[in-house]
């Protein structure tokens, strides 16, 4: 079993739409949780971290639920600067993190 | 620019030979971590150091590869034999050591012939 699972996507959303991700995660002495977007042809880069109480950064919001060992991005009011690959980020040492295969985001016109 | 640099950014082999890809961190990261990725995944851990020390390595990683970081700052990641299964974007991160947010650098696409 994946440590991290994502759901591909493509997801195709209008502009302003509000858009959610989940992320699941099989180990339960994961500690810290990160979602990352990438670009195409680019390198990964930090969106935010996830608190357990969850967390805003603007449009974006990441909650975490422990008991079912899952992750979510809400991002409100997409742009299309949003489409990217986001990537579900977990660690349980910091010494090895584990991706997931990201999903995919097209924000339309 | 002050980010995470790798060399070179792309890189032809045949198979069989051996390749070899540098890493410079951000200056004040103690936390430096390779990666690989191919296309439609997300980054796979290889290895991880903590100034020169390395410290986690992927049971994936076979003998093949090796990763050095002698002083604590740069990174080289060596690659023996190469097999056409080798070919991936090489991706380098460091980190600061606190919070877990890691940079990382534009990559090394290496292509195996």
């Known amino acids: 079993r994946k440590e991290v699972e994502q759901d591909p996507g493509p997801f195709n959303v209008p502009e302003g739409a509000t858009v959610a991700f989940n992320c699941t995660y099989s180990n339960s002495a994961s500690q810290s949780f990160f979602w990352y977007r990438q670009d195409c042809r680019k390198e990964p880069k930090l969106l935010m971290s996830?608190?357990?109480s969850g967390n805003e950064d603007g449009r974006f919001t990441a909650q975490l639920n422990r008991a079912s060992q899952y992750i979510s991005l809400l991002i409100r009011d997409s742009k299309l600067s949003d489409s990217a690959t986001y990537l579900c980020v977990v660690t349980h040492n910091f010494n090895k993190f584990y991706f997931g295969s990201g999903t995919k985001l097209n924000v339309k016109p | 620019d002050t980010g995470v640099s790798q060399n070179p950014r792309h890189k032809i082999t045949k198979r069989g030979q051996n390749v070899t890809f540098r890493c410079d961190p951000i200056?004040?990261?103690?936390?430096l971590y390779w990666y690989r990725q191919t296309l439609g995944q997300g980054p796979e851990f290889l290895t991880y150091?903590?100034?020169?020390?390395?410290?986690?390595k992927s049971r994936l990683l076979s003998d093949r590869f090796s990763a050095e970081r002698p002083k604590g700052s740069f990174s080289t990641l060596e690659i023996q034999r190469t097999e056409q299964g080798d070919s991936a974007m090489y991706l380098c991160?460091?980190?600061?050591?606190?919070?877990?947010?890691?940079?990382f650098g534009p990559g090394t696409r290496l292509t195996v012939t």
């Open positions: 991160a460091s980190s600061p050591g606190t919070g877990g947010e890691q940079y």
């Open positions: 150091f903590q100034n020169e020390a390395q410290l986690e």
């Open positions: 200056s004040e990261h103690n936390r």
């Open positions: 996830v608190y357990s």
